[in-house]
């Protein structure tokens, strides 16, 4: 079992839509959750972070982090063509980030 | 403010060859990174330092692979002899102390081994 998986996508969605992307991890220590948007060819930007149960919202970004069920989501509202790109979770695991492979996100207008 | 700089942003050499690269973190960042990517594998962890020393280098994949980091301010990662299947992109990323903090990511460096 990966440590950090994610549905590799492509997850499809008109524009104006919401974007739900979903992380799920396995070690239960783990205290903090990163989502990063990778544009192609370009490094990973850090978009969100959240450390305790429940949602964080930042402008039309929400996370969500249930740590009795082991998962982290983030939801894009008014998703706009430009949010396209592959949005990577990471985990905290032993002093590291452990990332998962990323799923790929296209908002069509 | 600045950010993570690496250097070079592409390296393009031949099988057998040593490569360096090279990374400038965040100033009063505590934590420096060096990540692999590849379509294959992700983003793979090689090593992290925290206050200058390596603390975790289980991810450097082979003795050809060795990382420095003599200072607060520069970082190297080296290979040699360098191999076709090290072509990837390497990224550097630098954070406040501690692995559990936000990590900023250089823009990378795209390594292609002939």
């Known amino acids: 079992q990966k440590e950090v998986e994610q549905n590799s996508g492509p997850l499809s969605v008109p524009e104006g839509a919401i974007a739900s992307l979903n992380c799920t991890y396995s070690?239960?220590?783990?205290?903090?959750f990163f989502w990063y948007r990778q544009y192609s060819g370009k490094s990973p930007e850090l978009i969100m972070f959240?450390?305790?149960?429940g949602d964080k919202e930042d402008g039309r970004f929400t996370a969500q982090l249930n740590k009795a069920s082991q998962y982290v989501s983030l939801l894009i509202r008014d998703s706009q063509p430009s949010d396209s790109a592959t949005y990577l979770c990471?985990?905290?695991?032993?002093?590291?980030?452990?990332f998962g492979t990323g799923t790929r996100l296209l908002v069509s207008p | 403010d600045a950010g993570v700089i690496q250097s070079p942003r592409h390296e393009v050499t031949e099988m057998g060859q040593e490569v360096t690269l090279r990374c400038k973190p965040i100033?009063?960042?505590?934590?420096l990174f060096w990540y692999r990517q590849t379509m294959m594998r992700g983003l793979e962890l090689l090593i992290y330092?925290?206050?200058?020393?390596?603390?975790?280098d289980s991810g450097m994949p082979e003795d050809r692979f060795s990382a420095k980091m003599p200072n607060a301010s520069f970082s190297t990662l080296k290979i040699q002899p360098s191999e076709p299947r090290d072509s990837a992109v390497y990224f550097c990323?630098?954070?406040?102390?501690?692995?559990?903090?936000?990590?900023?990511f250089g823009d990378g460096t795209r390594l292609s081994i002939l």
């Open positions: 990323a630098s954070s406040l102390s501690g692995g559990d903090q936000p990590q900023h």
């Open positions: 070690d239960r220590g783990s205290q903090s």
């Open positions: 959240i450390y305790s149960n």
């Open positions: 990471a985990v905290t695991g032993f002093q590291k980030l452990v």
């Open positions: 100033s009063g960042h505590n934590s």
């Open positions: 330092f925290n206050n200058n020393v390596p603390i975790d």
